[in-house]
């Protein structure tokens, strides 16, 4: 729904196999094309912007920068930059048998170097950077929110974006947790008191809960 050419998808792939050879992506190509083709396919009446959590090296930062060019969004990043807080409750085996430790530091690359790499292979022009712990910077927003990608591992992180993020999302808007194959996170989206007590919404439609690690939620923007 938001106008491009085949030659601008066709190069959109290209550079997303580009970012990934030079930047170090945990993703696969295919889970960045499923949210772009999302992103793409809300077209223009669905307002808002594109708010990325958790950034790692930059490798989806710069991937959705590109993507927000294109339908002429903002991306609003936000991770630490420092790596995991202390954290309890998040570790065992996923739903796909692998074991997951997040310990306190874990994953930390610093903004200098994800802001090069968006430099290099991105659209930084699209890109706002908020540094520090999500309750923190997502306290700040208040603008419309189109998609927001969710990819911060912990129980606590996912509680924050949705305490923040969800009342923000557009009419049509969409969550995409790339979270969705730890049992910790499973857990919660399934849990209705959660939802109405936390969110104060019924719970939402949502595809791939317990099956995938993409978990699509689709905001009802309805009060319980």
Same mark, same amino acid.
């Given at each position: 729904?938001?106008? =491009?050419?085949?030659?601008? &998808?066709?190069?959109?792939?290209?550079?997303?196999? /580009? +970012?990934?050879?030079?930047?170090? !992506?945990?993703?696969?190509?295919?889970?960045?094309?499923? +949210?772009? /083709?999302?992103?793409?396919?809300?077209?223009?009446?669905?307002?808002?912007?594109?708010?990325?959590?958790?950034?790692?090296?930059? %490798?989806?930062?710069?991937?959705?920068? *590109?993507?927000? /060019?294109? !339908?002429? &969004?903002?991306?609003?990043?936000?991770?630490?930059?420092?790596?995991?807080?202390?954290? =309890?409750? @998040?570790?065992? /085996? $996923?739903?796909?048998? &692998?074991?997951?430790?997040?310990? #306190?530091?874990?994953?930390?690359?610093s903004l200098e170097?994800?802001?090069?790499?968006?430099?290099?292979?991105?659209?930084?022009?699209?890109?706002?950077?908020?540094?520090?712990?999500? @309750?923190?910077?997502?306290?700040?927003?208040?603008?419309?929110? @189109?998609? @927001?990608?969710?990819?911060?591992? *912990?129980?606590? $992180?996912?509680?924050?974006? *949705?305490?923040?993020?969800?009342?923000? +999302?557009?009419? %049509?808007?969409?969550?995409?947790?790339?979270?969705?194959?730890?049992?910790?996170?499973?857990?919660?989206?399934?849990?209705?008191n959660y939802w109405?007590?936390? +969110?104060?919404?019924? #719970?939402?439609?949502?595809?791939?809960?317990?099956?995938s690690k993409f978990?699509?939620?689709?905001?009802?923007?309805?009060?319980?």
């Amino acid at each position: 729904k938001s106008p =491009t050419t085949f030659s601008q &998808r066709l190069n959109l792939i290209l550079n997303f196999y /580009k +970012i990934s050879y030079f930047v170090k !992506c945990p993703h696969t190509e295919h889970e960045l094309l499923i +949210i772009a /083709k999302l992103i793409l396919n809300l077209g223009p009446e669905v307002g808002g912007t594109i708010v990325e959590a958790g950034s790692f090296f930059g %490798g989806s930062t710069a991937k959705l920068s *590109l993507v927000a /060019k294109l !339908c002429n &969004r903002q991306l609003l990043t936000c991770d630490s930059f420092e790596g995991f807080p202390q954290n =309890t409750g @998040a570790a065992g /085996k $996923s739903i796909f048998g &692998r074991e997951q430790h997040f310990p #306190k530091g874990g994953h930390a690359v610093s903004l200098e170097t994800v802001k090069n790499n968006v430099g290099k292979y991105g659209e930084i022009s699209r890109v706002t950077f908020y540094k520090g712990w999500f @309750a923190d910077t997502m306290a700040q927003f208040h603008q419309p929110v @189109a998609v @927001a990608c969710l990819n911060g591992d *912990l129980l606590q $992180s996912m509680k924050d974006c *949705l305490h923040y993020l969800y009342p923000l +999302i557009s009419k %049509g808007g969409v969550i995409i947790s790339q979270d969705g194959h730890f049992p910790w996170i499973i857990e919660l989206l399934k849990d209705d008191n959660y939802w109405q007590q936390e +969110i104060h919404v019924k #719970k939402p439609p949502m595809q791939g809960l317990g099956t995938s690690k993409f978990v699509m939620i689709w905001p009802t923007n309805a009060e319980c």
